[in-house]
């Protein structure tokens, strides 16, 4: 766990606990031996703390609340031998907290240092509230505590968190160090005696509003905020109180539960089960030598920059000259600004580009791994390209589609390999975002999934592997929501009101704002054509289709004019066309109220308590289902969806996780009893699963079990 090796006068203690060297309960207690062992040794002139392969990624997330990690940092400090810091690769959380307790520090010129706590719900409370103001001043503590992220060696090295940087093994420079200092005083060395500079409070003010905007509903910040302030204009020791203390408010606040799950739960979605039994651990994928993206549009380039950000060769094809070369302009332009905004350097931008190639037409794609469709949405054009790549590829090629909802069984008919078919959900912009949803189709194989997952975690994604259905896991979800929004405006919320509840909720942006954003046309187009392959034509006077309760007050709107940002006004008046700011107005409260008068729907006050239900349980219902047919393996792959491709409040976990928070037997009853309210809309029926899931009060863990033995029956 801690290999001690005695060399020269230097004792150097390696931590070696694969894959992140965390500080689990057994690794503490080595260090402290090593360090014992190591001090009562008068051989032994100086120490060094080292990782095996990188440095220490933090506590052991699953061990948090045993706090030895301070008593550690407060040895290290006190040692009357120098101890030196040898880092390479992370030094994260606790590690970074016994990094600072050191000395000196070494760092690799590649290493990161960081406090990640906020993210997982809690604070660096072995000390690191107090000892890093004390060690790179106020200002810069306010700034990196409660942000949650990495910084590499060279700013690592101008906020004095390093003493040296180094290019070669930061291991031998720390000993050749360690002996060099051997006897030195180090009294200017112990980061705890140090004054804190800089503490003002006009930083705090701004930190604060920072926090709110940047981690928003999450306590953790704030309260790392408080306790570093306060601990600035207390003596140190007075400050780690101040920490303990509140270190028990975020340990208590539920907070640190559900975002822990949320990181479990990103690291568990990519590893994948069919309901065949294959899996990740069972079938390999192929790996992906080079590609072809059909489609030069926002999805196409933003697609094959992903690729090509991950050093794969991407030919990009269109069937006319004129959109390849503008889509090849667009992505130029964006690799431009990289290089602008310094996140690439010019060297790096012309290597990625040097990848690209561009076709007009398939005949050139005779020797490609994989091609991604991606078109617009329209069945009838994605068959007539999927049956003619299937005549010019290989017969090994994968033939992916990019959709955020149609059919892949339909797409797969047009090809004599629909083992080979997937559907790839990336969202907008593709190059950025790190969801991906991998659909797998009633014929694809499990290589074809176990490639599809190899290729998303390569191009840098977290990818999700999701069953074929009318928009998958997220959008499926996604449109009860948006249903229930519409709904409620119609019975007497304005657009505001339901965005404040979903703001306040922990959305980004409100229902509203979002339809303004990506164009209420979007939507009204969506629902037309619905309609038509219903058979049943819209008119003013349509309230329901199939059945099933719709909404048409987006196309009141659009027909008067108002798409969203792009015309200037939607559910808001910005302005002016692409105006950012959303104003109430009172033109379009009275399109609603005309809206709801011309069908003789009654307008009434609406309660807060109503208007979030509505919202979120349908949405949770449908989580159900899906996990009830099979379309999620687990509840972990919805939420990873939701918080990552949603914007879903990290701090409740996700969907299911917030669910079983509140309690199944809860959800359940209100879902019917809005269920008994709403007889025209599907989504209020109540998932078998949760039915039995809230009667059995089954741990979330085994939840899949009861679906399962369910589905058997
Ligand atoms: C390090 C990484 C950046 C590496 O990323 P990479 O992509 O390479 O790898 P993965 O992320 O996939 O990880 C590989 C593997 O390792 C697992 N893992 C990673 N980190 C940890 C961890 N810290 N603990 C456990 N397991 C970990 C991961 O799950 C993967 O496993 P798999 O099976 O899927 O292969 C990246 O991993 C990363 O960012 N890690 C997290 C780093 C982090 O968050 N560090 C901070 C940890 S918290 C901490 O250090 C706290 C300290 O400040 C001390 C706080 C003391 C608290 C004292 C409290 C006193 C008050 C007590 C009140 C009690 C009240 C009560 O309980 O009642």
Known sequence: MVDYIARDGVALLQVNNPPVNALSHHVRVAIEEGLKKAGQDPRIKSIVISGKGSFIAGADIKDVSKPTILELCDLIESSGKPVVAAIKGFALGGGHEIAISCHYRIAHEKSKFGFPEVDIGILPAAGGTQRFPRLVGLEAALDLIPSGRHIGAAQAFKLGIVDKVVRGDAVEEAVKFAKSIAGEPLVDRRTSQRPVMGA?????????????????????????????????????????????????????????????????????????????????????????????????????????????????????????????????????????????????????????????????????????????????????????????????????????????????????????????????????????MKLLENVRGKLTSAETVASAQMFGTRIGKIPVVVGNCHGFVGNRMLHKYVYEADFLIEEGCWPEDVDMVAENFGLPLGPFKVRDLSGLDIRVRGLLEQAKAAGIEINPATRFLNGERISLLSKSLVDKGHCGRKTGRGFYNYGKPGGKIPLNDRFIKDVIVEYCAERGIERRKVAYQEIEERLFLPLINEGFKILEEGIASKPEDIDTIWLLGYAWPRHTGGPMYYANMVGLDKIYNRICHYNELHKHSAHWQPSLLLKKLAASKTPMKDWMEVAQASSKL
């Open 200 to 432: 003002e409070n006009a930083f705090l003010a701004a930190a604060v509003k920072l926090a709110m905007k940047k981690k928003k509903g999450m306590i953790a910040p704030i309260v790392c905020l408080s306790v570093s302030f306060m601990g600035s204009l207390l003596p140190f020791e007075q400050g780690i109180q101040v920490e303990a203390a509140e270190a028990v408010v975020v340990f208590t606040s539920g907070q640190m539960g559900a975002l822990q799950y949320a990181f479990f739960a990103q690291r568990a979605a990519p590893k994948w089960l069919l309901p065949c039994g294959a899996s990740f651990k069972t079938v390999k994928g192929r790996p992906i030598r080079n590609a072809a993206v059909i489609g030069a549009g926002t999805m196409g380039t933003g697609i094959t920059m992903a690729m090509l950000n991950a050093g794969i060769p991407v030919t990009l094809v269109e069937q006319d000259r004129k959109f390849l070369d503008k889509g090849v302009s667009l992505l130029k332009l964006l690799y431009a600004g990289s290089v602008s905004l310094r996140k690439i350097t010019q060297d790096q931008c012309d290597a990625i580009l040097s990848k690209l190639n561009t076709a007009v037409g398939y005949k050139s794609l005779t020797n490609v791994d994989l091609v991604i469709e991606a078109v617009y949405e329209n069945m009838a054009l994605k068959k007539q390209i999927f049956a003619e790549l299937d005549r010019i590829c290989p017969p090994e090629t994968f033939l992916w589609t990019n959709t955020s909802a149609l059919d892949i069984d339909e797409i797969a008919s047009a090809t004599r390999r629909p083992d080979k078919v997937l559907g790839t959900h990336f969202f907008v912009p593709a190059y950025h």
